[in-house]
T-cell receptor
């Protein structure tokens, strides 16, 4: 079975500061890894994903995540956040592409 | 691209009635659709997986007779909550996948059962 742990339920940060949202997973098989973002009153949107190849993946809005197999982690980072990045962020794993197992989410709150 | 819609966005119903929620993939053919339930400040819980033209596969603990799922076409899946009770009040989210490597999510439906 697979599981995902997002240790930080809330991360407050000031605008233009760097941020890291942590995600660790547990799996006995290879997995695909995802970060989804949920803005207030909206559905989940795919932020970035790791399927294979380069372990560093980037999104179009400046986020990046690095797959670390030895540490079973897929932390999400951004060097400089904006107010508009305020949202709930979900890490997810997929063992065989037919289902997603989500973490409990991290609320990123960006303050001016 | 990869847009998924849900209808209705909000629904309020009386206890004992049934409610149908639609999930549509607007610009791609979804071979697989998924239904999730999201509790306040909690993660998404997968309820069932449906493939077009087949019976849905329900996760352990999900009552298939209560949550009826139909995936009649490659662009439409429906979730019917039968004989709804207040404990069924929740945020229901569907997702759709064309090639199974990525799921695209709908905006969700807020169900309130009085």
């Amino acid at each position: 079975a697979q599981s995902v742990t997002q240790l930080d339920s809330q991360v407050p940060v000031f605008e233009e500061a760097p941020v890291e949202l942590r995600c660790n997973y547990s799996s006995s098989v290879s997995v695909y890894l995802f970060w989804y973002v949920q803005y207030p009153n909206q559905g989940l949107q795919l932020l970035l994903k790791y399927l294979s190849g380069s372990t560093l993946v980037e999104s179009i809005n400046g986020f990046e995540a690095e797959f670390n197999k030895s540490q079973t982690s897929f932390h999400l980072r951004k060097p400089s956040v904006h107010i508009s990045d305020t949202a709930e962020y979900f890490c997810a794993v997929s063992p065989n592409t037919d289902k997603l197992i989500f973490g409990t989410g991290t609320r990123l709150q960006v303050f001016p | 691209g990869a847009v998924v819609s849900q209808h209705p966005s909000r629904v309020i119903c009386k206890s004992g009635t049934s409610v149908k929620i639609e999930c549509r993939s607007l610009d791609f053919q979804a071979t697989t659709m998924f239904w999730y339930r999201q509790f306040p400040k909690k993660s998404l819980m997968l309820m069932a997986t449906s493939n077009e033209g087949s019976k849905a596969t329900y996760e352990q603990g999900v009552e298939k007779d209560k949550f009826l799922i139909n995936h009649a076409s490659l662009t439409l899946s429906t979730l019917t909550v039968t004989s709804a009770h207040p404990e069924d009040s929740s945020f229901y989210i569907c997702s759709a996948s064309e090639f199974l490597d990525t799921q695209y999510f709908g905006p969700g439906t807020r169900l309130t059962v009085l």
